[in-house]
């Protein structure tokens, strides 16, 4: 822990615990089975599939009134659409960096 002041000693906990350790954690999550995002183009995929196959929204919104998870099917229709293309902007806005952030 031998330092020239605070700002090496930042520099020193800045490569040894950022570059080594949180960067070698990304590396190996990133390259494992345990990865959250290795699903992310399905997701996107099966998402557009599903807001684009009018008999699905239509089956599925007809089984959320019937339940009375909805007030109606139009609602729930309605519902759907905005919750699936939610989904897909989510994820499919993974990959590019937000302004201000990047790694």
């Known amino acids: 822990m031998k330092s020239d002041g605070l700002a ?3 520099a020193r906990f800045m490569e040894r615990f950022v570059e080594k350790l949180l ?3 990304y590396r ?3 390259a494992s089975a345990y990865n ?3 699903f992310q183009r399905s997701i996107v995929t099966n998402a ?3 807001i684009n196959h009018e008999g699905s929204i239509s089956r599925d919104a007809v089984a959320l009134a019937d339940q009375r998870l909805a007030v109606d099917v139009a609602r729930a229709q309605a519902q759907l659409l905005q919750d699936l293309t939610r989904i897909r902007g989510v994820f499919a806005g993974l ?3 937000r302004r201000g952030h990047s790694l």
Do not use: G, I, Q, V
Request: charged residues 45%.
């Open 48 to 50: 557009e599939r599903f």
């Open 95 to 97: 990959e590019r960096p």
């Open 36 to 38: 959250p995002m290795r």
């Open 8 to 10: 090496d000693l930042l």
């Open 23 to 25: 960067l070698e954690n």
């Open 28 to 30: 190996a999550l990133k």
